[in-house]
């Protein structure tokens, strides 16, 4: 989105929330396009990142449309047990059921069936992985 906006010359409509410590870079759009033109490993970095978040909504899609809820949450559990390196989730139910777009009921009753079954340990306003 950002790339996109940057080569429109539009204002960006994302938010972006870091989950951990993180450093942001803000680079002028001025620089940019001049670096594109002048720097080619600056352009391949461009379009390599461009592809990667490409590549990334591409999968996004593919599961909504095709996994089921279960699924969706063991996933989406992994990805953000493989973040925290520390296998610990620091999300409400509400807040995973409103990343997953869907209810907080329906994440609740699924991350108690994953308890029971010994993949998961639920505690206040976070969930511990186990093994999957």
Known sequence: ???????????????????????????????????????????????????????????????????????RLIKYLEEKSRISEDGIIHKTHQEIAYELHTSRVVISRLLKTLERKGKIQIERNRVKILEF
């Open 1 to 71: 989105m950002t790339l996109s906006c940057c080569l429109g010359n539009q204002k960006s409509e994302i938010i972006a929330i870091a989950e951990s410590d993180s450093e942001l870079i803000m680079i002028p759009i001025e620089k940019m396009e001049a670096w594109t033109a002048q720097y080619k490993s600056w352009r391949n970095f461009v379009f390599r990142s461009y592809n990667h978040r490409i590549k990334d909504l591409l999968e996004t899609v593919d599961s909504i449309a095709f996994l089921k809820m279960d699924e």
